[in-house]
């Protein structure tokens, strides 16, 4: 069938939409390396911007890191460009075992398989290990993958309300009948940076015979005492059977994701994970470079410190200038503005500030919690956290919106 004129209207007319809505996403083209200070093209065809990276994955600073940008030239030019191939067939490194053997030892886990992203990760773990019989029981706020997941298994599904242990612990009871229960949540909730209660999800799986499952991208490096994740975070390493994670974000920020844990569940991901099966390996650009970050982990917690110390001070300090900021200690700050339009308004006013953050709306949080997500970087140094934090004050106080409550935000702006 062509795509015809009926067709086309209806999707120009779904974009007026969304973009008179205010919830029109706009890509901003950065024409130098990802750092704390960057090059920004915005809008499309506009002079080049120096601004201070807000929003970025890069909890370590370690995507242009000297060490891991050598160890990256390194692969390229002793194993190659890529491996044109899956690993089953002849896509297989002694590199990519070794990466694997790395990351296993750093999460404290028996086993890891890499996948080409954690998206593929979560495409897989629940579909290649569960039937009709099994069940996944599900935090209600987890990530997009996981619900895909889900999805992609014939397995049935639940969900347990945010947090809520006590309404987890009902759907355990409820599901004992099931030959395999698995509970599924996000170590660190990507949105609020909330992190979740593993030590008493780790209780309830022993007490209700079921399997945890952890999706930690956004933990894993930085998150607990040496930084091994929100399992260590939580006091409950070598409890969970199945962690995702990704090499995309504070491990050096390219591509790339693995499942890690019980060595016979990687070993089934190796025979029936299908995003495994039949996507490329990763290429060993990445694999060597990502090996060099684990390195540098295991070698100082120096990093990780500074990103604590960052995220302790710009939380204080935001919250003192009264925003209205959701509590935590993780490097994810929301600062919450519950009406989309005025979350993209404020976004471009900060980047008329010298400050790069973007607002968030529905679909990718709830309609009604829109906010700008603020993310910390132990590559931000005092002069860009104090400058940041002098431009949302400017900004906030434009908008009215210091000290006022989610209720006086809402009736002067709406949800």
Known sequence: ????????????????????????????????????????????????????????????????????????HDGLEERGYGMSSVRFICGTQDIHR????????????????LFSSCMDANAAVFEAILGKEDIVICDRLNHASIIDGIRLASSQQD??????MKHLEKKLQLHQDKRFRVIATDGVFSMDGDIAPLDA???????????????????????????????????????IDLLTTTLGKALG???????????????????????????????????????????????????RDQLEENTRYFREKMTSAGFDIR???HPIVPIMLYNAKLAQDVARDMYAEGIYVIGFSFPVVPKGQARIRVQLSAGHKQKHLDKAISAFIKVGKKYDILHKSKEEIIEKYGM
């Not at 309830?204 to 260590?232: I, P």
């Open 1 to 72: 069938m062509v795509y015809s004129k009926e067709a086309q209207e209806f999707f120009s007319k779904e974009l007026k939409e969304i973009e008179e809505q205010g919830l029109f996403k706009e890509e901003r083209y950065i024409h130098s390396p990802q750092s704390a200070d960057i090059e920004v093209e915005y809008p499309a065809g506009a002079e080049l911007s120096a601004v201070i990276n807000m929003c970025a994955n890069n909890y370590l600073g370690l995507s242009s890191h000297p060490e891991v940008l050598q160890a990256a």
């Open 98 to 113: 070794e990466l694997e053997e790395k990351l296993s030892d750093f999460l404290g886990t028996e086993d890891t398989i």
């Open 159 to 164: 969900s347990y309300k945010h947090l809520d």
């Open 201 to 239: 999800i780790c209780d309830l799986a022993d007490k209700y015979d079921a399997m945890v499952m952890l999706d930690d991208s956004h933990a894993t490096g930085f998150m607990g005492r040496t930084g091994r994740g929100s399992h260590e975070h939580c006091g409950v390493m070598g409890r």
């Open 253 to 303: 920020g390219a591509s790339g994701g693995c499942i890690s844990g019980r060595k016979e569940l990687i070993e089934m991901y190796r025979q029936r994970g299908r995003p495994y099966l039949f996507s490329n390996s990763v290429p060993p650009v990445i694999i060597s470079a990502a090996g060099r970050v684990i390195d540098l982990l295991s070698r100082t917690t120096e990093r």
């Open 327 to 329: 509590p935590g200690v």
